[in-house]
């Protein structure tokens, strides 16, 4: 692993119930680490973020606008991807996500962890993602990591405004909230950044 990296148990879906999980952290800083689950490529990325004492927000027609008082309310510390190889069985992928998911969690030591929904595209597809989603929430309730999780619709929400953004206004927003000349690669870690980010700004409710 490099820093690109290559490589509870409460499901939490309304805000209320996603502040609680941040109250009984209960830090200044935190450390989110988003995921974005498959069978083919897990993204993953971790910020380090300031607390809601330590910086104000702004609600304009409901929508969480921040306002950064310091010069790194939230920072990049790690992104990239647990890969497995296409023509590996699936027990033995899942068992890869497994083990580099757990070694990963041990490394970045995060206070919360925040998932994006599974989303239902191609029925095959839906399956892969739901067995390698198992994996990832048996991992977090190993380790005794809390979790999140969050739909498509809420991250381009929170990331842009509107729920129907393209997935380039997205990233787009990741590298601007990152303070980043870059789009993360692969999409797949710019996507679990983004649901990292998400989390942070559920946090200041």
């Given at each position: 692993m490099?820093?690109?990296?290559?490589?509870?148990?409460?499901?939490?879906?309304?805000?209320?119930a996603?502040?609680?999980?941040?109250?009984?952290?209960?830090?200044?800083?935190?450390?989110i680490?988003?995921?974005?689950?498959?069978?083919?490529i897990?993204?993953?990325?971790?910020?380090?973020?300031?607390?809601?004492?330590?910086?104000?927000?702004?609600?304009?027609?409901?929508?969480i606008?921040?306002?950064?008082?310091?010069?790194e309310?939230?920072?990049?510390?790690?992104?990239g991807?647990?890969?497995?190889?296409a023509a590996?069985?699936?027990?033995?992928?899942?068992?890869t996500?497994?083990?580099?998911?757990?070694?990963?969690?041990?490394?970045?030591?995060?206070?919360?962890?925040?998932?994006?929904?599974?989303?239902?595209?191609?029925?095959?597809?839906?399956?892969?993602?739901?067995?390698?989603?198992?994996?990832?929430?048996?991992?977090?309730a190993?380790?005794?990591?809390p979790?999140?999780?969050?739909?498509?619709a809420?991250?381009?929400?929170?990331l842009?405004?509107?729920g129907?953004?393209?997935?380039?206004?997205?990233?787009?927003?990741?590298?601007?909230?990152?303070?980043?000349?870059?789009i993360?690669q692969?999409?797949?870690?710019?996507?679990a950044?983004?649901?990292a980010?998400?989390a942070?700004?559920?946090?200041?409710?």
């Amino acid at each position: 692993m490099t820093n690109e990296k290559t490589v509870v148990k409460k499901t939490l879906t309304d805000s209320e119930a996603i502040s609680q999980v941040f109250l009984t952290i209960g830090l200044m800083k935190k450390r989110i680490l988003g995921l974005d689950p498959g069978i083919a490529i897990v993204g993953f990325g971790t910020i380090v973020c300031q607390s809601a004492d330590n910086w104000a927000i702004a609600v304009r027609n409901r929508q969480i606008r921040p306002w950064h008082p310091s010069p790194e309310p939230v920072r990049l510390l790690e992104f990239g991807a647990i890969e497995t190889p296409a023509a590996t069985p699936d027990g033995e992928r899942l068992a890869t996500i497994y083990e580099d998911l757990r070694t990963l969690l041990k490394e970045s030591r995060p206070d919360l962890v925040a998932i994006e929904k599974l989303f239902f595209y191609r029925m095959n597809n839906t399956i892969a993602v739901a067995q390698a989603r198992g994996v990832l929430l048996l991992a977090l309730a190993m380790e005794k990591i809390p979790y999140v999780e969050f739909t498509p619709a809420q991250v381009k929400q929170a990331l842009t405004g509107h729920g129907n953004a393209k997935k380039s206004e997205v990233q787009a927003a990741v590298a601007r909230e990152l303070n980043l000349a870059v789009i993360p690669q692969p999409d797949d870690a710019a996507d679990a950044l983004a649901v990292a980010l998400t989390a942070w700004f559920h946090s200041q409710f």
